[in-house]
Every structure is written in C-alpha cells, then in structure tokens.
C-alpha cells in the first residue's frame, strides 16, 4: 500500500510529513492523533462526515484507511484535481498484484469505518457519499466493486459472508445487490415462473453450497437484461423490490449516492437506494445474515475491490456523510416515506 498526498503545503507541512514518515505505516495510514471519531453510547446516533479536504481523514469523519496483506495491490491519494465539492477528494487505486492463474486472490484498495463508531446489525444507519469512476472503466465482470456493507465476523469463524448490500460494476454498467441466508427461489423459466418473476419479486442469483442468495436489485439506465450476468435466473418472493428509476450512466462523472442500511435476515430488512437525488429501488424482506461466528455490528467500507485482473482501475470518492436519519446526508431531492 501506499499513501500519497498530491496537495501543495507550506514549510510547516514538510515538518508534519517528516514526522509522519517516521511512524509505522500502518499508524501514518491512521493519521494517528485524534483519528477517533467522538464516541456516544450508541454508535448508530452519530452523524459522520468527511469532505477529504485536508488531505487526510477528517477525525470526525470516523474512516481510515486498512493497511494489511490484503489492500498490497492498494494506494490512497488524497488530490485537488478532480472534486466534486470542497478542496479535495481521495482517489483510491488498485494494480495487478495476484499470480497468473491464483485463485481466491483479490486486489482492493479500501477505506473502513473505524471500529469505535460501527452501528449494531439491528440499527438503521443512512450513508452519503460521492463517487467517480475515473478512466477507463473495467468493461470485463472481474467481480468489481466500489462500495459494500457486511456484518461483521469474529475472528477464527468459519464461513464466507458476501456483503449484504453491495455497488458493483458489471461489464462497464451499474448494479445493485443485495444478499441473504439461502430463501425459497423459483426459476425462471420452469414451472412456477414460466415467463419470468412476478411484480415485486427480486430476480437473484441462488447459491447453495454458500447458503446464500444474491439479489441484483438495480440497473443502469438503458441497459437490458443482457448488459447483466446471465446466473440471475430466478425469483425469490422473499425479496421484495420496488423499482422507481435506474441507476445513472456509470460514465457520466460524479453521482451522489444515498443508501438505507437495514439489515434483517428474518425478513425485517429495509434498503433505500437515492442517486443524485431520484430515488432509485425499495428493498424489503430478507436481508443479511444470521450464522455461528457473526458478530453484533455492521460496517461499511468503499473503494475499488475486483478478482485478479490486468491494469490499473482507480475510483475517486468525496463528501462522505452518515447519520441515523435520511436528513443527516442527503442533499437533493426528498427522502423516501418511511
């Protein structure tokens, strides 16, 4: 991994960066003093934002950027050149780093939120943020994605948990997914859905030997069902998905993105999907996971993550806000009904 900071400073700054490159890497890609995010009782009350405009997290943003084994084909860079608002946005990078033929090797370059402030899996939390694919945009389905939210595992478990909500890109387009244990599924095509899903129903991807069934919940505008991967081929009524708009183009810049995080896996979840103010789809019914080693939080984290590929993809992120409530962060356009 590496941290890099493209903004111009006065001699005041050089001294701050000396400093920093004298600490591990891991504690500089904590921006160590006072990166903790406020703490309350309850972490899913506190409103977070983050305008990357100091060239570093923001304290009260509550984000920092993971520097482990797994984020090595990773580089942050905080830069003035291509924002949305305020002074600066975070660019975030991945390279090939996974051997010809590896399997079950991933690059990403990612961005948590930090520990202290993670909301319980029960809680209902609305995430903000910007996001520009920069150029080029991956045209090939290396399972890319750019934002995910998952339940969080205790260390030793065994199983692997797909990210309940996930953005993800799909042969140069948009999409949505949602994710659950293993529901009822009929497919398309046979008996109980000979013409395909009924209103309301989620077309989902059934995965047995994992347990879980994966939902794509929303497409780009202008797309068909061909621009997508063929293995979403059954209906799942446990699913309910109300479809308003279509996700914008994904190059056309910037998009602002709103997002409900509701998980219930018992069927009480509820996910809203805004984009640049047009409400986008309504999620409900069985969202997320319940199993042996899952922990009682949920955490969001963004950034590029694909399987092994060819090339550099960097995906620039600005204005990250969360709250309890759609108002904490949304900008344009109304919030959904409850």
């Not at 050149?81 to 975030?92: F, Q, S």
């Not at 199983?159 to 659950?180: C, I, K, M, N």
């Not at 009480?268 to 640049?276: Q, R």
Request: aromatic content about 8%.
């Amino acid at each position: 991994m590496r941290l890099s900071n493209t903004r111009r400073r006065g001699p005041g700054w050089r001294i701050a960066l000396l400093a920093m490159a004298a600490l591990p890497a891991s504690a500089a890609a904590a921006q160590a003093p006072s990166a903790q995010a406020p703490r309350t009782t309850d972490p899913s009350t506190l409103v977070l934002k983050d305008g990357f405009d100091a060239g570093r997290f923001a304290p009260e943003g509550g984000l920092y950027y993971k520097d482990n084994a797994e984020q090595r084909a990773g580089r942050v860079t905080f830069q003035e050149k291509n924002v949305l608002t305020g002074r600066g946005a975070v660019t975030l990078s991945v390279k090939p780093l996974c051997g010809k033929g590896a399997r079950n090797c991933s690059e990403r370059a990612e961005v948590w939120e930090r520990p202290g402030v993670l909301a319980g899996y029960d809680r209902t939390v609305w995430y903000g943020f910007a996001m520009r694919l920069d150029d080029p945009v991956p045209q090939d389905d290396a399972r890319h994605v750019m934002a995910q939210w998952k339940r969080a595992i205790i260390p030793g478990a065994e199983g692997d948990y797909s990210p309940f909500l996930a953005l993800r890109l799909y042969r140069g387009r948009l999409g949505v997914t949602v994710e659950t244990d293993l529901v009822e599924a009929f497919p398309i095509g046979g008996p109980e859905r000979p013409n395909g899903c009924l209103p309301g129903e989620a077309q989902v991807l059934n995965r047995p030997k994992a347990r879980q069934t994966r939902a794509l919940v929303a497409v780009e505008t202008g797309s068909t069902a061909a621009d997508y991967p063929s293995y979403f081929n059954a209906c799942a009524p446990a699913i309910a998905v109300t479809r308003h708009a279509d996700l914008p183009l994904a190059r056309k810049g910037w998009i602002d993105f709103v997002f409900r995080s509701q998980p219930g896996p018992d069927g009480s979840g509820h996910v809203e999907i805004i984009a640049d103010g047009r409400q986008i789809v309504t999620v409900k019914g069985h969202i997320g996971h319940h199993g042996v080693g899952l922990g009682s939080t949920q955490y969001f984290k963004f950034g590029p993550y694909r399987a092994a590929n060819a090339g550099p993809w960097s995906v620039s992120y600005d204005d990250f806000r969360r709250g309890p409530r759609c108002e904490d962060v949304i900008h344009d356009g109304q919030c959904p009904q409850p």
